[in-house]
């Protein structure tokens, strides 16, 4: 440990912000600093960003921090970097970028997704993986790549993911983490990559592009002189490689806090539902979908589904009601909507009308994976109002963390909150009862980060294990157990196999309206 440190940053690398976070060594946060991140996004599916510039805004929330904390260059014990999983980061020989990187939002790998899901090679990568084949991943990337753009894999010497851009950038090394590396290319339980998942997706030619595996809860790296100047730190200080940005916050949200069987769900743009799990118990579900994340813990792995869009349909629904006041003259703010959204919920009735919550123009990857997938209310009448809209919007959230908690095995007793979204004592209680499940909310305001900087706080000694860091980092923080409103959890109930019925029965639907160019709307 750096001599005198007391402070760890938590470098969170998002897809809206980039955020370097200061922490004592207790967990407590001291100051935050941040950049908006800023990426492309075209009809075709396409959405990437400038490598240059992610590295260049990164270290920039460090020199903002540094404003903000006196003597931060001296203080920090440690530096841990998280960031957006899947997408596709290619770099030459010079770790000088072959082409801008592909986003996890990136949809263009979605034939390859079509052609390869549901075969026998692509169960048997399943079967070591855990985790489902999306057009998100960088393996259908790179086979997209090689299809439409072969020079950029010809001329590539590895393949990044976000945070191991910026790990590069801050200490000249090359390498991921062992989620990563399973996730994609390997197996879970040896947290390695397995020549038989290379080979199951055709790409044994480019195993040439993938870096060693680094586990940032044992191992750090010092900062480079050049890194240094560019954040304003002190060469030499530790710098640990985190998870991908899911596994942190799940780990600072607390997926698990001593064996206890939870689950975690991070209410934020995506949703993301987990829960922690003994490696040689994980659930495979006949759907192939999934992803199965070591965590930064011996023996234990993440279970996760995700929904590609959560606060995201919130958001749109608010938006039309912006517009539409605007229009009449009349502008709102999106905060003082967002405010009201507690008491749309409150005057109106539960289960009316049911919303699917598949407004991302990427489709859908959990706990069913269609790049065609849309957004729809069923069972609207002319009785309904906005307020009837909001609650359907709300409840589709719950009832999609339903669909995905009940892909990965028995549902939990228990969920634990995260995001700014869980503040809402209305969706919360919403939440709950969809799930059938107690909810505990973290006060946690950057799980992720916090993650990351625990598995740099337990790299350089400051706690002999995770779990010792667990105790002090997460458990104070969950909040008090609420219960299920029980007659709301049985309507949801009665609700949940309409809903999975919907969904069961859109993909032609779906498929239709991609055919007509409904994806492809310009605005």
């Not at 769900?265 to 495979?284: L, W």
């Not at 006041?325 to 999106?334: E, P, S, T």
């Not at 309206?513 to 709307?521: M, T």
Request: glycine residues 10%; charged residues 20%; hydrophobic residues 45%.
């Amino acid at each position: 440990m750096a001599d005198g440190g007391d402070i760890l940053i938590g470098i969170d690398a998002g897809t809206s912000v980039i955020k370097s976070i200061a922490f004592d060594l207790t967990g407590a946060q001291i100051a935050v600093g941040s950049r908006p991140n800023r990426y492309t996004s075209r009809p075709d599916g396409a959405a990437f960003q400038s490598m240059d510039d992610t590295w260049d805004d990164c270290a920039a929330t460090m020199r903002d921090l540094g404003e903000s904390v006196p003597n931060l260059a001296s203080r920090v014990a440690a530096v841990a970097v998280t960031g957006q999983g899947d997408g596709t980061w290619l770099l030459d020989r010079d770790n000088r970028p072959v082409t801008d990187a592909w986003l996890w939002l990136d949809a263009r790998a979605a034939p390859v997704v079509q052609r390869l899901r549901g075969t026998e090679a692509d169960r048997a990568r399943f079967a070591i993986t855990g985790s489902g084949l999306n057009a998100c991943q960088m393996g259908t990337q790179l086979l997209q790549m090689k299809e439409t753009m072969p020079e950029a894999v010809a001329g590539a010497d590895v393949a990044l993911h976000c945070k191991d851009w910026l790990y590069l950038n801050l200490t000249g090394l090359r390498a991921t983490a062992p989620c990563e590396a399973s996730f994609t290319f390997g197996d879970f339980r040896a947290r390695a990559y397995d020549d038989r998942v290379i080979e199951a997706l055709g790409l044994m030619a480019e195993k040439r592009l993938l870096p060693q595996i680094v586990d940032g809860s044992q191992t750090t790296h010092p900062l480079s002189p050049a890194a240094a100047e560019a954040t304003g730190l002190v060469a030499g200080t530790p710098v640990a490689l985190g998870f991908v940005d899911v596994a942190c916050t799940a780990l600072g949200g607390g997926v698990y806090t001593g064996g206890e069987a939870a689950g975690c769900t991070i209410i934020g743009s995506t949703g993301m539902h987990m829960r922690a799990t003994p490696q040689d118990e994980v659930f495979f579900n006949d759907s192939l979908t999934g992803y199965v994340m070591p965590l930064p813990i011996p023996g234990m792995a993440a279970q996760i589904q995700s929904n590609m869009a959560s606060t995201l349909n919130v958001d749109w629904l608010l938006t039309v009601a912006a517009d539409l006041m605007a229009d009449l003259g009349h502008a709102v703010a999106h905060r003082d909507l967002i405010a009201r959204i507690d008491g749309w919920l409150a005057a109106s009735a539960p289960g009316g009308v049911l919303y699917h919550p598949y407004i991302s123009e990427a489709g859908e990857r959990g706990p069913f994976v269609d790049p065609a997938a849309r957004a729809s209310f069923a069972g609207l009448s002319s009785a309904d109002r906005f307020p009837d809209l909001m609650r359907a919007v709300i409840e589709g959230l719950g009832l999609a963390a339903r669909d995905c908690y009940a892909a990965m095995g028995a549902m939990p007793s228990e969920v634990r909150l995260t995001g700014g979204a869980a503040r809402s004592d209305a969706l919360r209680s919403v939440f709950g009862a969809a799930v059938d499940a107690s909810v505990r909310t973290s006060s946690r305001e950057e799980a992720g980060a916090a993650g990351a900087a625990m598995m740099a706080a337990v790299a350089i000694g400051v706690y002999d294990d995770m779990e010792a860091c667990i105790a002090e980092w997460v458990t104070p923080l969950l909040g008090p157990t609420e219960a299920p409103d029980k007659a709301l959890s049985a309507l949801y109930a009665d609700l949940y196999p309409a809903y999975r019925a919907i969904r069961e029965a859109m993909p032609p639907v779906w498929s239709a309206l991609a055919r007509q160019g409904g994806s492809d709307r310009a605005h």
